[in-house]
């Protein structure tokens, strides 16, 4: 029982690397999304996906990129790392978007970028 | 875009007593959440809302979804030392994802 897999768990990145945060879900779930936490901000929707070849903007998605080419995969990736995007990243899962289904959760990967 | 009013920011309390924290939204929602996170992991399900008016507990946590669908709020009766941490509202709304508050934090002394 995978659940929600993200990776890499630490990542330190320079100013201007790209890279990429994976999230895995061994669930066959229609909805994926990714969150940032930083302090005192709680959990952001950076982007969200309702199905496979179908993404959209969350509250702060400028600087990062996503697809969604199968159902249990959705990439975050990050275009030219900056300063402000470091944060602890959250992928979550669930089966669709209607009352009464679970959202499960990555359990985070920890981003600094210097 | 979608907000959630959480308050109070934090709280600082004594075990034993009882917390009562809430959620308010310009929108509706049609689900309500409420979420704990300790340090270094993931936010942690407690309860789940469906219906307006719902009023549903779980052991000594209680929340109910406001009738206007626009509000929700958590109690917890009794605290003790391991409920200290982080508790989100979130709320969903079908074809969109869930939207966080942004965090009460509790601190329990003993």
């Known amino acids: 029982n995978a659940g929600v897999t993200q990776t890499p768990k630490f990542q330190v990145l320079k100013t201007g690397q790209s890279m990429t945060l994976q999230c895995a879900q061994d669930?066959?779930?229609?909805?994926m999304s990714w969150y940032r936490q930083d302090p005192g901000m709680g959990l952001r929707l950076i982007h969200y996906s309702v199905g496979a070849g179908i993404t959209d903007q969350g509250e702060v998605p400028n600087g990062y990129n996503v697809s969604r080419s199968t159902t249990e995969d959705f990439p975050l990736r990050l275009l030219s790392a900056a300063p402000s995007q470091t944060s602890v990243y959250f992928c979550a899962s669930s089966y669709s978007g209607q009352a009464g289904n679970t959202i499960y959760f990555g359990e985070g990967s920890w981003l600094t970028v210097v | 875009g979608q907000q959630l009013n959480q308050s109070p920011q934090s709280m600082f309390i004594q075990e034993g007593e009882d917390v009562s924290m809430n959620c308010t939204s310009s929108?509706?929602?049609?689900?309500w959440l409420w979420y704990k996170q300790e340090p270094g992991e993931g936010p942690v399900l407690l309860i789940a809302l469906y219906k307006a008016g719902e009023l549903t507990s779980n052991g000594r946590l209680t929340a109910q979804f406001g009738i206007t669908r626009k509000d929700s709020f958590l109690n917890i009766s009794a605290s003790i030392p391991s409920d200290v941490g982080i508790y989100f509202c979130a709320g969903y709304q079908a074809g969109t994802a869930l939207i966080f508050g942004k965090g009460t934090t509790l601190s329990v002394s003993s």
């Open positions: 929108s509706i929602f049609n689900t």
């Open positions: 669930m066959n779930h229609e909805y």
